[in-house]
């Protein structure tokens, strides 16, 4: 069956460091991978679309990588700030836009 | 900057009643979501709406659950029979190739 995982439930990272959180998924071919960054008690908010033939894309201080062979996605906040603490989500479209499946999430606290 | 907006922000309902969840999508947007999260819980897809009409639902989308857009603005959730398990927060979003998510209703069955 198709799953999604992501590195781990919980990250702490110093402020200006930056952060790395892993997504990896199993039995699954993804058209587009894209990450969010959900605070608690709101609805996710879309930080960036990475596509299939991709290989890296970026965001002022956000890059995500794509490498379809290792079926895996890294997001990398670069000079991390405090207030980028939130959960991150990664989610899996398998079918141009019809459905999306969401990872577990990485709580990512960046500490002063 | 255009947003997604649901109403109401917290619904209370007694187990075995209907409720109608609603939302007004981005309008020139391609698809439009329902998802729902579970406290604690990762988000889960429950249908696509594409050109009027279901696009594709989940094994959660059970016949207790219906989507309308009935009158070309809003996109409205229903489900006919509550039961406990569907305490949950329930978000609607459109996509474009960027996926908006509205601010999400939180749903508690008693």
């Known amino acids: 069956s198709q799953k999604i995982e992501q590195n781990s439930e919980a990250l702490n990272i110093q402020e200006g460091k930056t952060a790395t959180l892993t997504c990896n998924y199993t039995?699954?071919?993804?058209?587009?991978l894209q990450w969010y960054r959900q605070d608690p008690g709101r609805g996710p908010v879309f930080l960036l679309l990475i596509r299939e033939n991709e290989k890296e894309k970026r965001k002022e201080r956000l890059k995500v990588t794509f490498d379809t062979t290792l079926k895996q996605s890294l997001f990398h906040i670069t000079a991390s700030q405090p207030a980028d603490s939130a959960t991150y989500l990664c989610?899996?479209?398998?079918?141009?836009?019809?459905?999306?499946?969401f990872g577990p999430g990485t709580r990512l606290s960046v500490l002063p | 900057e255009p947003e997604v907006t649901q109403t109401p922000s917290h619904q209370v309902t007694q187990m075995g009643q209907e409720v109608i969840l609603r939302c007004v999508p981005i309008s020139n947007h391609l698809y439009f979501y329902w998802y729902r999260q579970i406290l604690g819980q990762k988000v889960e897809f429950l249908v696509s709406?594409?050109?009027?009409?279901?696009?594709?639902k989940s094994e959660i989308f059970d016949d207790q659950f219906s989507v309308e857009r009935p009158d070309g603005s809003n996109f409205t959730l229903k489900i006919r029979s509550t039961k406990l398990e569907d305490s949950a927060m329930y978000f609607c979003a459109s996509w474009s190739y960027e996926q908006y998510f509205g601010p999400g209703t939180r749903l508690t069955v008693t």
């Open positions: 709406f594409y050109n009027n009409e279901i696009s594709e």
């Open positions: 989610a899996l479209d398998g079918n141009y836009g019809q459905n999306f499946v």
């Open positions: 039995n699954y071919s993804p058209a587009y």
